[in-house]
């Protein structure tokens, strides 16, 4: 009984809080750092680079599997956390960099289209390691330290994010409340997957399948970098 208690009042409790981010970040929108179509290819962005697996997927799918959604929910925080930090960082740096060395821009563009074909050719040849990662005790701290180590933060900030978001506060603000908003959901998606898998509800999936469907979404994703490389 207890169980079906709490788990009502952590969905709300992450509702209000997605709620909270959305709002915030309508109202810091008035910045005008997005155009409508730039904040909705924005959003695709970044939420083709999110829901791919990858190392804090699969701890979050992890810790689904061996916490269940209630107690595991609380993780995409730390998630947030980390890509906030990791962005802020490698934003600043590239922002500040790019005057003493104005090819930098296309350097790391160019690294990211490599490193997105990249992880589409690891993930055609492998399979999704949740049920290992599941062994080891997944909390907020070792979820943080591995999205703070993760190369997708030196994609968004020197590809996904605009220039002028490390440049102005509001423009800052803007953009981050809308990278969180789109994140928590993915966050909770990854959770609830695990925890359906805890729960035997997806015997029906097959890893395999995943991980080269995503290939796929990867692999045009990196041909878009590469296309706008030479506009």
């Known amino acids: 009984m207890r169980a079906f208690l ?16 959305i709002a915030t970040g309508s109202k810091a929108l008035s910045s005008a750092v997005f155009a409508t179509s730039e904040m909705m ?9 999110l829901i791919t697996p990858g190392p804090t997927n699969t701890l979050l799918a992890a810790a689904g599997l061996q916490q269940g959604w ?15 930090v ?5 934003g600043g740096f590239l922002a500040h960099a790019m005057h003493a060395w104005t090819w930098l821009p296309s350097l790391v563009r160019m690294a990211s289209c490599v490193y997105v074909a990249y992880l589409a050719v690891r993930m055609w040849r492998t399979t999704l390691a949740i049920e290992a990662s599941s ?11 591995a999205t703070l180590l993760n190369p997708k933060a030196v ?4 590809t996904i994010f ?3 978001v490390f440049a102005h506060a509001s423009d800052y ?17 990854w959770i609830a997957f695990g925890a359906a898998l805890g729960r035997g509800r997806l015997a029906w999936i097959s890893a395999e399948g995943m991980q080269r469907g995503a290939s796929v979404v990867l692999a045009a994703f990196s041909l878009t970098l590469a296309w706008s490389l030479f506009q």
Not at 86 to 90: L, Q
């Open 70 to 84: 209630c107690r595991a929910a609380r993780l995409a925080g730390a998630e947030a956390a980390g890509y906030v």
């Open 6 to 21: 709490i788990a009502p009042t952590t969905a709300r409790r992450a509702k209000a809080c997605l709620n909270a981010v």
């Open 135 to 145: 062994r080891q005790d997944v909390g907020p701290r070792t979820l943080f330290v």
């Open 41 to 49: 290819l924005f959003v695709l962005g970044v939420g083709i680079v």
């Open 155 to 158: 994609l968004f900030a020197g």
């Open 162 to 164: 605009p220039p002028a």
């Open 173 to 189: 603000v803007a953009a981050m409340c809308i990278f969180v908003a789109t994140l928590l959901p993915i966050g909770f998606l």
């Open 86 to 90: 990791a962005i802020s960082a490698w």
